[in-house]
């Protein structure tokens, strides 16, 4: 979708190139991140894509054309863009900021309309609250939703988004990357994410392109980063706790698969069998579900010697904490951690079982990659 | 100590009272002579005031019209910026009356004379102000809109433009005040206008005309001062947004 051969800028007065010779591939519905630190020539390279920059030397490809031939006008309707700084317009309002480029492609009105409300929806801006106002009356966060509302409105297969979520706090920050990856799931665009933040590059990208001092260190697919990364730069920047990061790219209904745990136990269990499961069990706990394989509670050893029935379904003990199939490992571990246990009791949206997931089972996915 | 500030404090108080005095004396009479002369002439001065804003308002259409026009040319021009701002600030310098002298072979005595020098003193304070509005903006919102995909043309009038306004709001209302004065002594190349009393106030010895003409000159600076200002504020709506972001 989007290729980079042998790009260099070069910037006037400048000796060293700010971008040297970068060739990056992103493929079609992918979102490659360009991480690096400061100065590294990250927004160089996005705003080379769009023209905003003409390159030096080297050539720009978007669906196998010559970017640098075409209308940059043209060009530049068709490439969503987040700037860095946000860019808001101050004179004018929400909606007139969001309408820019379906204004300039002269859209009908009510389209514009209709596509501004639904945009805004999207990116969480109720558009009945925020349509007429101006950017000054919007916090820090409300104005970067508006950016990457701005940029997306038009449907543009192609988004270049400049550290779209820069200006926040953690936590909002947290929220608006995963409404992005909800977005996106849906949307599945081209996209060029800038940030210098790590551990969103890990999370928001299908392939990292490392850079450094204006040039590309390593591409790679976030897992293949942790796990090889190209030189002590890379391992640097992905930091010590790579095999924590890892746990954020795998979803625990991967490991589900691998993991092979014996089924749960019925309400109407009698004691020999529990006990015979409990021997068997490589946790010393055995799980209850209902008839409709709904959980219902753990039995371990203790409960088993304090029985006060005849059956499971009438001394098990309620789990305070699960986890859903498509949460990730990390997920799951801060999950054994609070509940203080070595497991924790996977279902899926309809809180039917669906297996246990283990400390070992985590140890076991950490270890093959180091 | 004391004794030389009392001193030094009555001397004080002794020449106030003289000069106070003084201007008591004299102001009484003038300002009887004016009013007087005022309300006899009120027909003539008034044509004369309207001649004067009409001096004013021709003039300042032109010359805005011209000054916007260069000062966007040199902000898209960095290299002919300064020599331009230059030009504009040696016409600006140059003594009203030597310009005056100046345009009298080129287009003769009257009106036109008038509003040529007029169009030339006030082209400084817009063109400057255009071209700093303009060069002032935030360049992450310039560079937004072009990175969408807005056309140069666009940016312009959309985007550049309604931002520098209030900058090039304030360099129209520093014109026009300017050519209000400056337009009494066009009077003197037969331009008409205030001008004329107060010129043949002088040449007659007649103060209350001087002084009638004068008042007429800041009567129509004042208001004309107000209404840019005032009619700037209510024309953009979003006044009080403007910064942030
Ligand atoms: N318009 C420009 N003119 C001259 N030099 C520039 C320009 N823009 C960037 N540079 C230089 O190019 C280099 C790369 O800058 P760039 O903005 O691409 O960095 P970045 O990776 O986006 O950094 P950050 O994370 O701080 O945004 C820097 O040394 C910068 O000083
Ligand atoms: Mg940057």
Known sequence: ?370 | MDQLLGMAFDAFRAAGNGIESIAQAGDRGIIAHTIDYISRRSDLILELMLEHLWLVILTLIIAVTISVTIGIIISYYESLAQTVLGICQVLMVIPSMAMLAFMVPLFGIGFTTGVVALVLYSLLPVVRNTYTGIRELDPAIVEAAKGMGMTERRILFKIKIPLARPVIMAGVRTAAVMMIGIAAIAAYVGAGGLGELIFSGISRGHQPMIIAGAIGVSIIAIAFDYLLYYGEKRFSVEGSTREGN
């Open chain 1, 1 to 370: 979708m989007i290729k980079l051969e042998g790009l260099t800028k070069v910037f006037k007065g400048h000796n060293i190139p700010a971008v040297k010779d970068l060739n990056l591939e992103v493929n079609e519905g992918d979102v490659c991140v360009l991480v690096g630190p400061s100065g590294c020539g990250k927004t160089t390279t996005m705003k080379m894509i769009n023209r905003l920059y003409e390159p030096t030397g080297g050539k720009i490809y978007i669906r196998g054309e010559d970017a640098l031939q075409m209308d940059p006008i043209k060009l530049r309707l068709d490439i969503g863009y987040v700037i860095q700084e946000i860019g808001l317009f101050p004179h004018m309002t929400i909606y007139e900021n969001i309408a820019t480029v379906p204004n300039e492609k002269q859209w009908p009105k009510d389209q514009v309309k209709e596509k501004v409300d639904n945009v805004m929806s999207l990116v969480g801006l109720d558009p009945e609250i925020f349509k007429n106002r101006y950017p000054s009356a919007l916090s820090g966060g409300q104005r970067q939703r508006v950016g990457v509302a701005r940029a997306m409105v038009s449907d543009p297969p192609i988004m270049l988004m400049d550290e779209p979520f820069g200006a926040v706090d953690p936590i909002t920050r947290a929220r608006l990357q995963n409404e992005f990856l909800r977005i996106q799931e849906r949307v599945d665009k081209t996209i060029v994410f800038v940030t210098h933040d790590i551990d969103e590059a890990i999370k928001m990208s299908d392939t990292i392109a490392v850079m450094r001092e204006g040039e590309l260190v390593q591409h790679a697919t976030p897992s293949d980063l942790l796990s090889a990364p190209a030189d002590e730069f890379v391992s640097n920047l992905v930091g010590r706790n790579r095999s924590i990061k890892r746990l954020h790219l795998i979803r625990v209904s991967e490991i589900l698969e691998e993991v092979d745990r014996a089924p749960a136990l019925k309400e109407d269990t009698k004691e020999e069998e529990v006990k015979k499961r409990l021997d068997e069990s490589d946790i010393r706990t055995v799980i209850v579900v209902d008839r409709d394989n709904k959980l219902k509670g753990v039995i371990g050893v203790n409960d088993l010697k304090r029985k006060t029935g005849e059956v499971a379904g009438d001394y098990f003990q309620e789990v305070s904490d699960t986890v859903t199939d498509d949460a990730t490992l990390n997920d799951a571990l801060s999950v054994m951690l609070e509940i203080g246990e070595g497991y924790v009791a996977v279902v899926n949206e309809d809180e039917k079982y669906q297996g246990t997931i283990t400390l070992g089972d985590l140890l076991n996915v950490v270890r093959e990659d180091s």
